[in-house]
């Protein structure tokens, strides 16, 4: 059933390629006709250019699926690896392996011991340069040219194999548009979500902050500058330096939308409502009037922490804080991360 599914999965892709082709055909109808007039319309322009962009998206679909499909080497590595931790297999492979049975592995195959004997890379490096030495003042340039001559058969092989298996053409190369194109549009909608976590402190006259937001987002990438999301925040009561106790003093719902500005600059705006009181109640949570309402507007930085991490830090200005009761800053910081 997995080798049927698959050969129809190819089947449909390579089907792919005739659609491909035919848009290409009708967009160069489509451009050649436009040729002969001088004064085009607008609006039949931008028809064109609405056609240009679907055959570019659906190509880079299209590539994107083949590639996965051609791919299966990850695929194949996650299952070795599982298979390598098993004791049968392991077992299974030292008595039955290709390897074993020309060579008749040691007893003690896959420890230390079992490498004692064997040449180093360094004792084969030095060999390979003792022999390219005694070769004359021409052996180095007729090793490169064997080794591009054996680059080119190792090509050849590899383009006959993905003939044999179906996959030829599926090498994902599409042609170079003449607009800038929405990077995020190919993806799958999960790709294009962006999780995150921030903090926020208010502090009364100590030292120390009085209450802390604690907020999770979830955002959606529009395009490869623009994201809009939405969130939640917790506001924790932390007390006081002379006694400090933990107590819920409140909830609160976000919007966002940032904008590239340059590098990890963005432009963020978003508008709040936060209910800034203990509640034993959801019925309390329904009185309106009660919430509180913030218009932000500010710069933030994300910078890249590990490979899938990124650090957050946002300046804002509220424009509604004169309008709380009470009063609030104006001025908020926020530091999180984003994954």
Do not use: C
């Not at 800034?276 to 019925?283: L, R, V």
């Amino acid at each position: 059933m997995p080798s049927e599914a698959l050969d129809k999965l190819k089947s449909k892709l390579n089907e792919s390629d005739k659609i491909k082709e035919f848009i290409e055909q009708r967009k160069q109808q489509i451009k050649d006709q436009l040729s002969k007039y001088t004064h085009i319309p607008s609006s039949l322009k931008n028809q064109y250019a609405s056609i240009q962009k679907t055959a570019y998206y659906y190509k880079a679909q299209v590539s994107q699926y083949k590639a996965m499909l051609k791919d299966p080497k990850k695929i194949e590595e996650k299952a070795i690896g599982v298979l390598n931790r098993m004791p049968f297999f392991q077992k299974f492979m030292k008595e039955n392996s290709q390897l074993a049975s020309l060579f008749g592995l040691p007893e003690n195959y896959g420890t230390p011991a079992s490498l004692a004997g064997l040449q180093t890379r360094a004792s084969v490096q030095g060999l390979i340069q003792q022999r390219i030495a005694a070769g004359g003042p021409n052996a180095l340039a007729q090793v490169q040219q064997n080794l591009q001559n054996a680059q080119a058969q190792l090509s050849q092989l590899k383009d006959k194999l993905l003939k044999s298996s179906g996959l030829e053409g599926m090498s994902g190369d599409i042609d170079m548009p003449d607009f800038k194109p929405n990077n995020q549009k190919t993806k799958p909608f999960l790709k294009r979500l962006d999780y995150g976590f921030n903090v926020q402190f208010e502090k009364n006259n100590s030292l120390m902050p009085s209450t802390s937001d604690l907020a999770g987002t979830i955002g959606y990438k529009l395009n490869d500058k623009s994201e809009a999301g939405v969130g939640i925040s917790y506001k924790l009561g932390m007390g006081s330096i002379q006694h400090i106790r933990f107590s819920s003093q409140g909830i609160g719902f976000r919007s966002y939308l940032d904008w590239k500005i340059k590098k990890q600059f963005y432009a963020t705006g978003g508008y709040e409502m936060n209910y800034n009181s203990a509640f034993t109640k959801i019925e309390q949570l329904k009185n309106y009037a009660a919430w509180q309402r913030s218009a932000l507007i500010g710069i933030s930085k994300k910078y890249q922490v590990s490979k899938k991490l990124k650090g957050d830090l946002q300046l804002l200005y509220d424009f509604m804080a004169r309008d709380h009761i009470p009063a609030s800053d104006r001025i908020i910081f926020r530091t999180g991360y984003r994954f």
